[in-house]
């Protein structure tokens, strides 16, 4: 059906969100979370670690919603933050994709 | 979980917390009324709170993600507590020590030789400030290391891995 707001349908068809996806593994812990989101998507503090509660729980998060290269540049970032210093055992990043 | 001593124990402390509802067993928060809940952990020593949370992530009825989802405003209040509360046991940030250098505690001397091992920490030694790389580098070879600017940290890092492949 065609959207009676030409503008709208515009917007719709030139931007669609996408979205940069967290998952959850053992080798990192809430700090690493809450810092790498701090600092990889500019997240306040209380809203990463609700993203870090989140993949804890659910194994998986939504970081980002926006274009997809920002939202893969985002991604990118979180696989090239490195590992969790705080353990010893952690040697890669977290996971992380991007979905529409 | 937790053993059936460590458990008894918790149960008194519970109802010692407890205003309204006997809790016999562990198993008995899983049906507290979310509000009750509430109010029990914002009692709870902030010590045992990971605990209690790790026990309510294990409920059937998904008793933590309600807690963390709760946009009752009567409750608004309770669940902004749990949360700021929560998060402060969780996270060690804080902990640390006046001109704590991360370098010098996640990276230490004797972890050097494992080369593997400190390869995989160039993103996080390249996320540190000059004035953080420098005390190490000087920590662990001396004086007479190079003047780097501010933004380089990759220079510093090349530098680190060069003397520590020439060992």
Redesign the interface.
Known sequence: MENANPELDIKTKTSPVFKTVLYNDETHTYDYVVEMLTHVCKLSKENAFRCAVEVDTSGRTIVHYGALEDCKHIAQQILSYGPDHRLPHSLKSMEADVEN | MIDEKTAAQLVDYLNQLSADSEIKSLDDIYYLPTRELLLILQKVDKNLLPLLVQIL?ASPFNQ??KL?GDHDPDNKTLVDDF?NRY?SA????GWQPKNFN?LLF??PEE?LSDLA?VQ?????FE?QTMYTIREYLESLFGEGIPQFKEEDQNKAWNFFWKKLINL
Do not use: I
């Open positions: 992530k933590f993600e963390m949360f998060m969780t996270l060690t940030e991360p996640y990276l972890s091992f995989s920490r160039q993103a996080f996320r």
